[in-house]
């Protein structure tokens, strides 16, 4: 079974503090996504990577960076938190696309942030 | 934006009966996969169909797709009040393996 984790399940933090978000998958996958989740705006995509050390924009990446230096772990580091940065963030992982051949993708279980 | 729209937002039925939500999406897809969402979790991965494929099966899902359409849609027969989620449909167009999700179906299964 494939496994994602995510570092917590509910984080607390204060506006201007930088923020560590950890994503670890169990299945050797190529891919590794963060998305946020918020009330009637579905998920967006912040960052994707595809192997070590690369990453790709997404559609909403300002205010946020990542890191990928080993295949199984994922980061996503709010620079500065902010109060428009409350939400639920979700990481999944899936292999690499080959010969137009998607897969789906396998998601964690979530981090609620809550910026004060 | 290449991004699937769910149809309804909201859907609530009793017990036994079937649900059926639809997705629309604007650009030319490889494949069109379906998510399954229960409050508060992540997502779960309910299945996948090519653009080559009409129609698809699992357990008691039935997943169709009419690409001149551009529109996919899901039935769930049947329906159980542990079905009840939030549903999304996810296209994949383009390189790389990123999704396009939707903004989801509240499915609601009263018993």
């Known amino acids: 079974d494939v496994k994602v984790t995510q570092s917590s399940r509910y984080l607390v933090k204060r506006t201007g503090e930088k923020v560590f978000l950890e994503c670890v998958q169990d299945m050797d996958h190529e891919n590794m996504f963060w998305y946020r989740q918020d009330p009637g705006l579905g998920l967006r995509l912040i960052y994707f990577s595809y192997d070590v050390k690369m990453k790709e924009k997404g559609d909403i990446p300002e205010g946020y960076s990542v890191s990928r230096e080993k295949k199984e772990r994922f980061s996503l580091i709010l620079e500065s938190a902010s109060t428009n940065q409350t939400s639920m963030y979700l990481c999944?992982?899936?292999?690499?696309?080959?010969?137009?051949?998607?897969?789906?993708?396998?998601f964690g279980p979530g981090t609620r942030l809550t910026v004060t | 934006s290449q991004q699937g729209e769910e149809d309804p937002q909201a859907l609530s039925i009793q017990e036994g009966e079937n649900a059926t939500m639809n997705c629309s999406y604007k650009?030319?897809?490889?494949?069109l996969q379906w998510y399954r969402q229960n409050s508060g979790r992540g997502l779960v991965h309910l299945i996948l169909?090519?653009?080559?494929?009409r129609e698809k099966h699992s357990g008691r899902l039935r997943v169709t797709l009419d690409t001149s359409k551009k529109s996919s849609s899901l039935l769930i027969t049947a329906s159980r009040a542990a079905d009840t989620a939030s549903y999304f449909c996810a296209t994949d167009g383009s390189t790389l393996g990123r999704l396009y999700f939707g903004r989801g179906t509240q499915l609601t299964v009263w018993p």
């Open positions: 999944a992982s899936s292999p690499f696309r080959t010969g137009g051949m998607g897969y789906e993708q396998y």
């Open positions: 169909i090519r653009s080559n494929e």
């Open positions: 650009t030319s897809i490889n494949n």
